[in-house]
């Protein structure tokens, strides 16, 4: 089933405690939580806890803990179709067409301000700006900006994207992930 993943955090004995508590959340928020949102549960999780969760698809990120397996395009048009029938959705702006953005490969697309937020979201979508970027990507373009700003003069080979060890510039790589142009990171 497309969403077996849910079915099993929601139905797994394994998992208790805390990581109860965060396996409940992401059923009840379709797989995609904010990690500031559980921040304080984070702290508390155990290693056995997080490998737990780790079995059952979920990925703990710097900005998102996530199931990947649920922002393919069947899961999320699922997902996003369950949303609208419990929120009368179906006719609201944006219904099917960011999953079709998702289906179609896109890892970012400019935010048409005309559809409901939560579709981006339901698609595997962060909105950031103008643009709403897949978390999974989301989470590779921050494995690659953190060593540019962690970087500091004099220590080491500066690291691609490395300026003054407090901010970046942006790099072929960082665009190329995002699916964006040079003018796509004005916004």
Known sequence: SLLKPLVDLKNAEQI???GRGIAFQLVEHFGLINRRD???EMK???QE??????????????????????????????????WALRNDGKDKPGFGDVVHA???????????????KAFYKLAGYR?????????????????LIRPATNWKP???????????GQSFIVTPPMMSILGATADDMEE
Not at 59 to 82: C, D, M, N, Q
Not at 154 to 164: I, K
Request: proline share 6%; net charge positive.
């Open 16 to 18: 208790t405690g805390i």
């Open 38 to 40: 559980i921040a304080e």
């Open 44 to 46: 508390s999780l155990d």
């Open 49 to 82: 806890g997080r490998a737990a969760l780790r079995r059952l698809g979920v990925r703990f990120g710097a900005y998102h803990v996530f199931v990947p397996a649920l922002i393919k395009p069947a899961p999320a048009g699922l997902v996003t179709l369950l």
């Open 102 to 116: 998702l289906a179609s490969g896109r890892t970012s697309v400019v935010i048409d301000p005309t559809f409901d």
């Open 127 to 143: 909105n950031l700006g103008r643009r709403a970027v897949r978390v999974d990507i989301l989470e590779r373009l921050a494995d």
């Open 154 to 164: 004099g220590l080491g080979q500066r690291p691609d994207g490395a300026y003054d």
